[in-house]
């Protein structure tokens, strides 16, 4: 186990270390020096990467090739061929990951076939009592037959969650859960937990509002997929007013979905398949529930649009309303993960959480230093978790998301699980701002992982450019166009906005107090700051 | 008294016989004839109406000069001078009312400057014991010299209501107001009664919001007027959307300042005065408020704008805030009505009232003979109650406002007594839809006061036309424009309309049953549905 590991961990320090002369050092040299002057980008320049014994890293042979391709002054390919493509066929996108052994899965096969079983027949026994008590009230429910499905592609998204990633880059089941979120027959919808646990009150001495206002749905589908379902509230175009604090902004649906994209494209899969869907809302969500209270919230619009509004009490009024055409209204599906009985999680406060009222500062909006306390405090003073921190608010400062409260991990996977980037629905409110404060984590502790960097780089250059790859990765969305124009090439402005702030981190501090190296396993004791920055 | 109010009766069903000959028979007898023509529209036709004695009509003589004046086909004057002011010097606006007795004024000179005097003393006494109160706390509050002015502009506002119109139509008092509005100083500001008696509470198990939604504010000025002030909450080129019901629709300040310029334009006044107003909310709303409560809901937005929002405990959230840029906000002003305890109103339910659920009817949505009902009923079985409540729906309809759920009326003037056109703000919108429901009382009932019918003929003519004169009109305000065009062209439609359901009424009833001649003295005991239609 161990000798893998530290395999694992050479392999991809050579992997990066490689990327890095070639991303890095020479076009630095190249800058000063002139000496490369401007390279010819001709020539075929097929990649390949070979795969022996669980381990992957570029043949070093091939990188005088790459470096070719990565010019930054390479025209864009005249083909116009797909950079989305070309993006995951690059090497940076094919450091493989170890053969998994079970601990290092999220789930096993038996456990989680015996789990979707046992809720198979929970259901029917429920749908037998419930069909009694339909019989004798005037509720008309359409039932719909569930089926047992051992190959769902939801049930393998499950199954290859590891402790690297929510799925692997190549996982052909991605791509079909979400093909198959588009159209899979709804048979129950319900309030989420989270609302359920509200149970209708709200929680008014807190400025902020509770979830319960966003209306969101939990969908059990025939094979037993469930999704969350999260309708529009704003039209694509629409900025959220300047006045608004993150708290009170909405949820967006389309911004739920152009997360997934850009968590994908950025390698971090720590974001569960999101996809468009229209969805009848008669049909499919008043006509399929069981629940009474939300049967209760549907009406008529004035319009003869069929309507619902927010369970709690002090949303009785329709402004907070969503509508369907008539019926059809359209929202953003996000798989569910694995229920928390069988992959429990926790949930964690962001060091860099905001104060959720009208006045207060949070220690690190008024100290410069805080990152240094941070870096004191278990878990962040050892191993991954502060970098994760980091990579997640750059993922959050490119989408604009200014409410990540919390984060969430997998408690099996220990301290050094990867962070699960849940809730995106708040980014993508303004295009034409760049939260700076957002990034604070990486501007305040000057650190990044090598291999997000590069691949930061790799998408702020013209041949893959940031907002070219996602707005051809979100074609594939029933709901496209998902962004407007206008959000995707702000994209490309906050791309630069986070090298630059890499770039003075690197004036300051030199580039190897900066940029660290990944899969850092962490030693048996926590380490203490001092040691962490050995150990960069 | 008896004699002059004969006189007057007599006047005005002559002068009303009058203009009915020429608006109505003669264009009749042309149309089917063919007898006039095209007459020649040019040379002067200075209208001067004789005043003698208290009464007006105008002069028989003059009659023929004003038929080609209002000749259908007439050219608009090429001088392109006031339509609005050729509209006031019109004969129809210058029926003049007779000269006041005590008895049809709502207050005596004697009776308010005392009442004034008491006001300006306790307020006195109230400032030095606040004064001391401030002194020991850290609230800082502007305190403005308060002055007594026996000729203020609204105290003559209050002593001009009669039991005709809040006010006369060459009153100079009201033109002084809207203008001394605009810039008067706020010595205080407060939550409105009516909002203080919430509480902070909501009725959350009625689907209605309560007015405590709306942010208004009640200010005293420095000469003791009081205003209510209602803040910009939606742009002027916002329609309502679709799916909203009449009762969560927003309040729109500058529905409430054309339906003030509307109403005097339909020579209804029924209104009282509003302008536009920006109000620096730091300086005229924080910095001079007394009441603690609506101190705590002011905030700083995220771009540093001055905010507040609704005081309600399920408003916990700045979606219902309006912000100043940076400190001044735009809103309505409308002058108060003389306090209750001296001009006691009272407010009765409106017949055509809706019903404020998702999914209820009243009975006047499903029975189209519900006005026979209506008209069985006191107090709308005999007077002019009934024809009241149709001029208020056809002033509803115009703006579109569907909130009507309660007229008032002064206590003083018993049933004769005009109802007050009281809250206006869920007028205007939606420009693109007419909802004919509003005109349910005139459709049902199937009468209109002739007076008002010949106003709405006169401002359908090309000359006069009602989006023209009303721009006029709004053009005087500070926030103009106050209306979108498209809102201004609407009125054009719907008055059309008004006057196409009177149309369909005379052919199926005959004028004599539809078209009513006003001012019908109630008599002694209170009249039959019988009597009623015999004294048309």
Redesign the interface.
Known sequence: MMRRDRLVLAATLTALFSADFYFILLPKLRSRGQIWGHSCSCGPTNLTLPRHGGLASPRLSNWTSLELLLDADTPEPADGGSKLERLFAHSLYNIQTPVLGPEERLLQVEQLIEYYRKKVSRWERHMKLYSEVVAVSNITVTEHEVTYDPDASWLKFHLGISRYALYSRDDPAILQLLKEMQSMTVVSADYTQDEKALKGA?D????V?PSGHHLKLALKMRNFAKAMFKPMRQQRDNETP?????F?DFQRHNAEIAAFHLDRILDFRRVPPVSGRLLNVTGEVLGVTHNEDLRAVF?????N?M?FFAKC??M????Y?V?GSPDLLEGSLSAYLPGLSIAPRISIPNPWIRSYT??GREEWEVNPFYCDTVKQLYPYNSGNRLLNIIDMSIFDFLTGNMDRHHYEIFTKFGDEGFLLHLDNARGFGKHSQDEMSILAPLSQCCIIKRSTLLRLQLLARREFRLSDVMRESLEGDPLRPVLTELHLLALDRRLQKVLRVVQRCVRRLGEDEVITRDFVKSTERPQTATDMKKSR
């Open positions: 709200c008014c001495t807190q400025v509002k300047e006045d608004f604090f993150y009170v009406f008529t619009s004035p319009a649009n309507c009490l002090y009785c009024k329709t402004e309303a509508c009208f006045t």
